[in-house]
């Protein structure tokens, strides 16, 4: 009996949690998102054993994140990396020499982008109500009239605040922004969903799902779930 507690990541079971979520996705791309280390189990190790199970998008939350993952993945794997701070001003050699996408939140972030030389690939995200970070719905109108010059984006998305609770009418509203801020970029594929947002509906879903938390074990809607699988477990002695 060791004395000391005892993490035990089951990779198997993080592979399963992933098919379940590409089942409820129907046709959405599972897009995993393994900030903060991977929820703490290891960003560069469950993120190879989710490019095996199929996983060809992540997201992480800092730049150094995505170089990390980028090293973690290896040549082998490659894989899209999108950074959700966005392009911190006077990073651009860094994102393109790790091949990372930033997801522009900020309109400062926009024009460091379109400095940039050559072109990145960019995500957009839209702020439709969690009011964290993301380009206001007039500034996106402002780009789709013509403010893409020097910019590739490749994804526009959203965070729901609220998507926990599913009765909660702010979902509802986010879900009717986001449409509309779709309606000025459609061509671009679109996501709104990160775990619970992805089991809430498939109005929801878009081309492109981020679920974090349900891959790894915990309920989307806060509490346990018989359709998702312990991803970790911790064993300690009793004293
Ligand atoms: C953390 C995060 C996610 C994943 O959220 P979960 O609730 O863990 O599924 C998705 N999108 C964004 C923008 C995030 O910050």
Redesign the pocket.
Known sequence: MPHRARLTVDLSALDRNYRTLCAVAAGAEVAP?V?ADGYGLGAARVSRRLWESGARSF?VARLDEGEALRKGLGETRPARIFV?DGLVPGTADRVRRSGLIPVLADPGQVAAARQAEPQLEVGLHVDTGMNRQGLSPDDLAGFARGGSAGLKPVLLMS?LGSATLPGDPRNALQLARFREARSRLPDLPASLA???GTFLGPEWRFDMV?????LFGGGPFEQPDPRIEAVATLDAPIL
């Open positions: 998102v900030k997201f959700l965070h990160a775990s619970a981020r679920p974090g938390v349900s």
